[in-house]
């Protein structure tokens, strides 16, 4: 008598299902670990942005920084104006006035640098 090929066509239709599920999962895996590649390059690009983002910060503050600096610069020019036009009066006055012989024509004067003020500044700003 002859066998029933009726239970290997079972097992034979199972395994090619097997063999379907296998490679769908195969190209879910595949596309699983394309889309995480992408994700980790968008973290890589992510944390390079941040860094540059962050050099532009840390030069935003030095050009700030530099800013105030040149503003307390500027803030002394009108009192050097000042100082050279007081002196230029003075050597203008002596040129008219050649007897007076008490003042120098250096520009050479005695002022008086109040040191108790300029310490409680430097004490006030460290």
Known sequence: MRQSVAPSRISHAASLASQANNAAATSRLQEKKKEFEA?????????????????????????????????????????????????????????????????PLTGERLVRVPLDELQADTTKQS
Not at 54 to 83: K, T
Not at 91 to 96: T, V, Y
């Open 39 to 103: 994700v980790a390059a968008l973290e890589r690009a992510s944390a390079l942005f941040l860094k540059r983002i962050e050099g532009l910060a840390d030069d935003c503050e030095v050009m700030a920084d530099a800013g105030q600096v040149h503003g307390q610069v500027l803030e002394q020019w009108p009192l050097m104006f000042q100082s050279l036009s007081l002196f230029l009066n003075s050597r203008e006055q002596h040129l008219a006035d050649p007897s007076d012989a008490t003042v």
